[in-house]
């Protein structure tokens, strides 16, 4: 082979942080030059992708807005990936979960009550659960590789969403279009001070990050998640229960999921429509990767793709970049990361 | 009925030949250990390059061919990543798979709509690209059993480290498997552009290539298991099609659910007639490190 790796002694604290940092700015380097040879400004990609989203108090609150369901998606998967298992259908669960809650919405249509937001935020969360249990069950059961049937379920769930807002769930009021009846304020997550836009699910994402650094740092539980991942058979043997494991950390990242979706339903929204997701549960992956599968890290991830996504909003104005633009970056991003890893754990000799 | 039956299996022969192609290419690569979860990103760069290429050189041919060594070029991506710095490859793979379909939507873009250059068909309707697939499956499945390049190649993906021990060089099977794994997944795209669909359109594989990858694990080792549930679910699609224009009164969405929903059922009979697991290669999703 032409290059060869060396494993490094030990890895130092300082590289450990670095390295997510590199990683970024290699793939940033990377964009600036496909964005150059595709003939647009530099200067005003800049400008819409970094100073724009970060110097208005209105921006501002929308990257926190954008951040909060990555983070409570990212959460979640750091859970499972963790423990080695591979849930890349948080997507479905997020889609479910928005189902499941917008569905109390819709059935305490002309209600009053303070139950019903919770309510709606309970369901959503065991909506994206019992979503994010099948997968798990079936690899348990019938030991069925979850990545396919997690993957398979996005479908699934995206195409029950679009049946139920065209079908049962269609606002008869609307003039044919495909959405539910507007939600009542009762079922709004609203602003948490008067004229602002942050609602009470920052706060929600902020108590999982917080939850997520107790229980994975402090925990029994936490230490099973890890064990388990890194060296399965010891964790067999220290009596950790493999199938519990498989379930629980897929409950955890399914709930979160599914909080996420009802979360964006409810404040974001006010309604369901066919589609109510961008890919939040695929791009949480890249936040939950490029913060190190730590919830703090996740959480600066998520306001940093957060920033992106805002950024690539109003490229598709200034620029003319389609979102494929951001996609293809967040990919980038990704196989940057994964390098960088590579590179923290080995030294790469060429021509031995 | 039965003057119809030769029509409707060419329909469900073009719809299944996208599948078994990748699918046969997927197949390779997990033989020699390697679990390549970038199909889905492949097989679009594939379907969208190979349009552009043959839109823009007035050659459908040509597209295809590009379309091929596009799907290898993301394969040798991959493989730059998961075997020469040894990342871990179900993130590298999907890495590949959001790459893929964030760029062939870029390439894509301009070509939204266009008709492409025509291809002649040939006997009972079947095209080149099918007579093709053929050829692959035969190939692959003597390649694998019947030659001592396949036998080296299956004992790469049993066990790495014997194979090592062994003197074969394991990252350079790996390497040539998960190129043509690449070849095949481009060339799979290609065709759903170029002959199946004959237009393109973002997003147009619908994750085809995960059930590619699923028909893999259905296959359980045996290319020929691989070939039918191929064609079951090329039936499927086909069925479902049927059944959404003959309204009966079935919600579409629940119909298209169908392909989805069988993958699993179709992995859940598997493990129940006890072959859970079977068939996969020892070192499947490992990386390798060779210490010399």
């Not at chain 1, 647009?40 to 800049?46: G, I, P, Q």
């Not at chain 1, 703090?296 to 306001?303: D, E, H, I, K, T």
Request: proline letters at 4%; one cysteine or more; charged letters at 10%.
């Amino acid at each position: 082979m032409v290059l060869s790796l060396v494993p490094r002694q030990g890895v130092s604290r300082v590289r450990e942080i670095v390295t997510p940092l590199v990683a970024f700015v290699v793939a940033l380097v990377i964009a600036a030059l496909v964005l150059l040879a595709m003939g647009k400004s530099l200067k005003t990609a800049a400008d819409v992708y970094v100073v724009e989203p970060l110097t208005t108090a209105w921006s501002l609150q929308e990257v926190i807005l954008k951040a909060t369901p990555l983070t409570l998606i990212a959460i979640g998967l750091i859970f499972a990936v963790r423990a080695n298992r591979w849930n890349i259908g948080a997507e479905g669960q997020y889609v479910v979960g928005g189902m499941f809650g917008g569905w109390v919405a819709i059935a305490a249509h002309g209600m009053e009550g303070v139950w019903i937001l919770p309510a709606m935020l309970i369901a959503g969360m065991a909506g994206g659960l019992v979503y994010g249990l099948i997968p798990a069950a079936l690899r348990n059961r019938f030991g069925i590789s979850e990545i396919l049937s997690s993957l398979m379920l996005v479908y699934v769930a995206e195409l029950a969403l679009d049946y139920l807002v065209r079908g049962p769930w269609r606002d008869r009021t609307a003039f044919n279009f495909p959405k539910s009846v507007n939600f009542d304020a009762a079922a709004t997550l609203g602003p948490l001070w008067e004229g602002g836009k942050l609602h009470g699910g920052v706060l929600l994402a902020l108590l999982a990050v917080l939850g997520a650094v107790v229980l994975l740092g402090r925990s029994r539980f936490g230490f099973a998640v890890s064990a388990t991942g890194e060296a399965p058979r010891a964790a067999n043997f220290a009596g950790f229960n493999d199938h519990r494991l498989t379930l629980a950390v897929f409950a955890i990242s399914g709930a979160l999921a599914g909080l996420a979706g009802i979360i964006e339903v409810s404040a974001n929204m006010g309604q369901l429509q066919p589609s109510i997701s961008q890919g939040y549960g695929f791009t949480a992956i890249i936040v939950a990767f490029l913060g190190r599968l730590n919830p703090v890290g996740a959480l600066v991830s998520a306001l940093v793709l957060a920033i992106l996504l805002i950024g690539s909003e109003t490229a598709q104005i200034m620029l003319k970049l389609p979102f494929d633009m951001t996609r293809a970056f967040m990919g980038l991003l990704l196989l940057c990361i994964l390098a960088g890893e590579a590179l923290t754990r080995y030294k790469v000799r060429w021509n031995a | 009925m039965i003057e119809l039956l030769p029509l409707i299996l060419a329909t469900v022969i073009t719809a299944a030949t996208p599948l078994v192609i990748a699918a046969l290419g997927e197949h390779v690569v997990e033989r020699s250990g390697v679990l390549n979860l970038g199909v889905e990103g492949m097989m679009i760069m594939g379907a969208s390059l190979g349009f552009a290429g043959a839109v823009v050189l007035d050659n459908s041919y040509l597209g295809l061919a590009i379309g091929a060594l596009a799907g290898m070029v993301m394969a040798g991506i991959f493989a730059l990543f998961a075997l020469g710095l040894a990342t871990n490859q179900v993130a590298t793979g999907l890495a590949i798979t959001i790459f893929g379909l964030g760029l062939a939507g870029l390439i894509g873009q301009p070509f939204v709509g266009q008709p492409r250059p025509p291809i002649p068909a040939l006997v009972f309707g079947l095209d080149p690209i099918v007579c093709l697939s053929f050829v692959l499956m035969v190939g692959t499945a003597w390649l694998l059993n019947r030659t001592r390049a396949g036998l080296i190649l299956r004992g790469v993906g049993e066990s790495h480290g014997s194979a090592h021990a062994l003197g074969l060089p394991v990252l350079k099977v790996r390497l040539l498997a998960v190129l043509f794994g690449g070849l095949c997944a481009g060339l799979a795209g290609a065709y759903l552009s170029l002959i199946y669909t004959r237009f393109w359109s973002p997003g147009m594989t619908a994750g085809r290539g995960w059930i590619a990858l699923a028909l893999v694990v259905f296959a359980a080792g045996s290319v020929w298991r691989l070939v039918a549930g191929a064609y079951l679910f090329g039936a499927i699609l086909i069925a479902q099609l049927h059944a959404q224009a003959g309204a009966i009164g079935i919600p579409s969405q629940f119909l298209s659910m169908l392909p989805y929903l069988m993958t699993i059922v179709a992995l859940v009979v598997l493990s129940m007639a006890g072959r859970r697991g079977a068939g996969a290669a020892g070192s499947l999703g490992q990386p390798f490190v060779p210490d010399r």
